[in-house]
């Protein structure tokens, strides 16, 4: 987000200088960029931190590790499809991560859709 501010003002400061300032344009010609990029980033540091160490920076903090039903690390299919759940549940109001609290297994829909479980380290 704060690149994409950046990238506007930059922008809207060049298009100030030559006498064209159409903000809605200049949104339009860094958003597209900023949500393929902030999809990738994401998709990638779930994926790649519950294939290999079962932790993002969040979860070692909090003393948490998502596994499979035999307690192993995802790998990298069920920790994408993982991610692809988190897309899931964000996509209906975030009801997949609130479900959790409300569940006695604790697991979201995420973790239904790939299989894990979170547990403490």
């Given at each position: 987000l704060a690149l994409l501010l950046a990238g506007f003002i930059f922008l809207r400061s060049s298009a100030?200088?030559?006498?064209?300032?159409?903000?809605?344009?200049?949104?339009r010609l860094l958003f597209?960029?900023?949500?393929?990029?902030?999809?990738?980033?994401?998709?990638?540091?779930?994926?790649?931190?519950?294939?290999?160490?079962?932790?993002?920076i969040g979860k070692w903090i909090c003393g948490l590790k998502v596994v499979n039903e035999r307690g192993e690390l995802l790998g990298f299919k069920r920790a994408f499809i993982r991610w692809l759940g988190y897309l899931v549940s964000r996509f209906f109001l975030y009801a997949g991560f609130i479900w959790v609290a409300f569940s006695r297994e604790k697991r979201g829909w995420h973790d239904k859709i790939a299989g894990s479980y979170v547990i403490r380290v």
């Open positions: 100030l200088d030559m006498g064209k300032a159409d903000t809605l344009e200049l949104l597209i960029p900023y949500i393929i990029a902030s999809t990738v980033i994401e998709s990638f540091y779930f994926t790649y931190c519950h294939a290999v160490t079962g932790q993002t």
